[in-house]
Nanobody, 128 residues
Framework: QVQLVESGGGLVQAGGSHGLSCAVS????????MGWFRQAPGKEREFVAA????????SYGDSVKGRFTISRNNAKNPVYLQMDSLKPEDTAVYYC?????????????????????WGQGTQVTVSS
C-alpha cells in the first residue's frame, strides 16, 4: 500500500515563508509525477505545483507562480513545496499527490483526476 504523508503545515504571517514536505512510503514508484493541490473552505481543489521524476520539469498554478517552488530529492524521497510571500488567500489544506504514469505533460500535471495517490492533507493558515 502506498502512502503519502504531508508535513509542515501551520500558522504563518502574511508576507512570510513556509515549507511543506511530502514523504512516500510503501512500494517503490517507477517514475511518478508528484503534485501539490490545495483546497480552501467552500472552494474547489486547486492545482498548486507539479514536478517530473527527474525534477527537470515543473508546472505552477497561476496564483502561486513566482512565489512557490516545488522540488524533489529522489534519494531521500520527499517532495518539497517552498512557499514565499504568502498571502491570506493561500490559506487552505494542502495535499500531496502522485501520478504513476511517469509521463510528463504540463496539462496532465495540473489535473487532479490524473493522480492516483493522495495524502491526508496539511493545513496552512496565513494570517493578515
Amino acid at each position: 500500500q502506498v502512502q503519502l504523508v504531508e508535513s509542515g503545515g501551520g500558522l504563518v504571517q502574511a508576507g512570510g515563508s513556509h515549507g511543506l514536505s511530502c514523504a512516500v512510503s510503501g512500494r517503490s514508484f517507477s517514475t511518478p509525477v508528484m503534485g501539490w493541490f490545495r483546497q480552501a473552505p467552500g472552494k474547489e481543489r486547486e492545482f498548486v505545483a507539479a514536478i517530473s521524476w527527474s525534477g527537470s520539469s515543473t508546472s505552477y498554478g497561476d496564483s502561486v507562480k513566482g512565489r512557490f517552488t516545488i522540488s524533489r530529492n529522489n534519494a531521500k524521497n520527499p517532495v518539497y513545496l517552498q512557499m514565499d510571500s504568502l498571502k491570506p488567500e493561500d490559506t487552505a489544506v494542502y495535499y500531496c499527490a502522485a501520478d504513476l504514469s511517469g509521463f510528463w505533460n504540463p496539462v496532465r500535471a495540473r489535473t487532479a483526476k490524473e493522480y492516483v495517490y493522495w495524502g491526508q492533507g496539511t493545513q496552512v493558515t496565513v494570517s493578515s
